[in-house]
Nanobody, 130 residues
Framework: EVQLVESGGGSVQAGGSLRLSCAVS????????LGWYREVPGKKREGIAY???????TYSDSVKGRFAISQDNDKNTVYLQMDSLKPEDTAEYYC????????????????????????WGQGTQVTVSS
């Protein structure tokens, strides 16, 4: 089973930056999808970005222009660079891995709550103060 480990969360003031990392034990599928979700207690889990094995990316409107997803193939790690952070970005952030079908479904019908992804990390907390 694919193991995902997130890191890089922390506390930052509004306008600051953080870079989250998602270390992937292996890409189980040749054609894969890796997504970032965030969750706030009492609210629906929000999909914010994905990267697929072809290098395609997408972002939610809430983070577009501020967040960027990238990968380091040598380290088998996917990053989420978060700039111009806002208090409303405060959440637990999770990375999730699945087949390319997960990204295709995201593109056609939205990220949903991530049920199309097979593997999840343990999460990393991001807190943005005003």
């Amino acid at each position: 089973e694919v193991q995902l480990v997130e890191s890089g969360g922390g506390s930052v003031q509004a306008g600051g930056s953080l870079r989250l990392s998602c270390a992937v034990s292996e890409h189980k599928y040749l054609m894969w999808c890796l997504g970032w979700y965030r969750e706030v207690p009492g609210k629906k889990r929000e999909g914010i970005a994905y990267l697929d094995s072809s290098g395609n990316t997408t972002y939610s409107d809430s983070v577009k222009g501020r967040f960027a997803i990238s990968q380091d193939n040598d380290k088998n790690t996917v990053y989420l660079q978060m700039d111009s952070l806002k208090p409303e970005d405060t959440a637990e952030y999770y990375c999730a891995a699945g087949t390319l079908a997960a990204c295709n479904a995201w593109s056609s019908s939205g990220p949903g709550t991530g049920t199309r992804f097979e593997s999840w990390g343990q999460g990393t907390q991001v807190t943005v103060s005003s």
